[in-house]
């Protein structure tokens, strides 16, 4: 059941060429009822159209759904591009039968190109709503996708309720309020307070806490639907469903990151705050250095170190009272069976796709876990040629 449609959503999704391979580049997923949003978005100073018109319509907390451009950011299109997105809105609406506020717009790609309005306004003309052949949302997590290998898509049950996710992102992504496009459709019923800090939570500790590069994206997006139609579902019982949905698709991005192929696990505890917590963890999965020892299994625990070491406003953090892990083998301090640790360091880097790095600090009490992955040639190859 990992793409199940909770009931009372209907998806959609079509090649309406943005690129000329047959793939499927749009998708719809809206609710036949009314529905309750929550939804955290880029603040990038550079967010697109579509960031614009889905936080104006997310602010009253009630959307029924959104529509998706893949491989086309619509980003730094000036006049032109805010005209092609609302008319994108407005075209899909109509065919739902419902009002353009009641939708999100989302878009992910190439920044600085025009959509292809032609072919999406022929599409978007003949849409028939709900479509012949609904898709479920495995077909959705495929059609969001850029450079991703593979859709990420996953379903829990909370009693009578489903609560279906799906994420797209492996490259420009370091999130700052979300994370590039995520979306999750549930028919659990949650008044709104419950849903907005529920899910705000839930992004803060999950999609807030990975990075490939450093590099925020212009279109990130993140909305939770919830139509109700399965009724009401206790709230702590949602929270936990929702975190494994979205911590199961944290993971998928980071195992998935341009060219990766292992996934690299910071657990950083004994911190002042989390704040802190997070801080040096970021630094650290955040390293090229680390990410490139990681890659080559290079045992170099020096790179972690040097990586905490660069939060440097951190006057509490001393390295008397920091300890190192690779796994749960510990590197730091050294000891005088240093030539053993790092043998073993070298055959966990070796035999693991999963890569835990745990460090404490020894400033507080308080923890923070962040995910990333490591750094290839097949990163460097893939963004060399991303437009050509």
């Not at 000329?20 to 309750?36: F, K, M, T, Y």
């Not at 939804?39 to 959104?66: E, H, I, M, N």
Request: charged share 25%; proline share 4%; hydrophobic share 40%.
């Amino acid at each position: 059941m990992h793409d199940a449609v909770p009931r009372g959503f209907i998806v959609h999704t079509a090649p309406v060429g943005v690129e000329d391979d047959g793939r499927d580049d749009l998708c719809v997923i809206a609710s036949e009822v009314p529905a309750r949003t929550a939804a955290v978005f880029t603040r990038s100073r550079f967010a697109g159209p579509s960031v614009a018109l889905s936080r104006a319509a997310a602010a009253d907390g009630r959307a029924r759904g959104v529509v998706v451009i893949a491989r086309n950011a619509n980003v730094a299109t000036g006049a032109e591009g805010a005209q092609n997105a609302a008319a994108v809105r407005d075209s899909t609406a109509r065919a739902l039968g419902i009002a353009p506020d009641e939708l999100l717009i989302a878009s992910t790609g190439v920044i600085g190109r025009q959509y292809p309005m032609q072919r999406i306004g022929d599409h978007l003309g003949g849409l028939a709503w709900p479509p012949a052949e609904p898709r479920d949302m495995g077909a959705a997590a495929r059609a969001i996708m850029t450079t991703d290998t593979r859709p990420k898509c996953l379903t829990v049950r909370i009693g009578d309720a489903t609560l279906t996710g799906i994420a797209k992102g492996v490259g420009m992504l370091e999130p700052d309020m979300a994370t590039l496009l995520t979306f999750f459709v549930t028919d659990a019923e949650l008044d709104d307070e419950t849903l907005t800090t529920v899910f705000k939570r839930v992004m803060d500790v999950t999609f807030n806490a990975v990075s490939i590069d450093t590099d925020t994206s212009t279109s990130d997006s993140a909305a939770l639907f919830a139509n109700g139609l399965a009724g009401p579902v206790d709230s702590e019982a949602f929270e936990q469903a929702l975190h494994t949905v979205a911590l199961g698709l944290v993971k998928m991005i980071a195992s998935d990151g341009e060219g990766a192929s292992t996934l690299i696990q910071v657990e950083v505890e004994g911190a002042r705050d989390t704040a802190q917590a997070k801080r040096v963890g970021k630094a650290v999965v955040n390293s090229p250095l680390v990410k490139t020892a990681v890659h080559g299994a290079d045992p170099n625990w020096g790179r972690v170190v040097m990586a905490i070491g660069k939060c440097r406003e951190d006057l509490d953090i001393t390295p008397e009272h920091v300890t190192v892990r690779f796994g749960d083998v510990e590197v730091y301090p050294p000891g005088a069976d240093e030539d053993e640790r790092r043998e073993s360091v070298a055959a966990y880097l070796k035999g693991s796709d999963e890569v835990v790095i745990g460090i404490r600090l020894g400033t507080g009490e308080s923890r923070f876990t962040v995910y990333g992955c490591d750094l290839t040639e097949g990163y460097v190859r893939l963004n060399s040629q991303y437009t050509t």
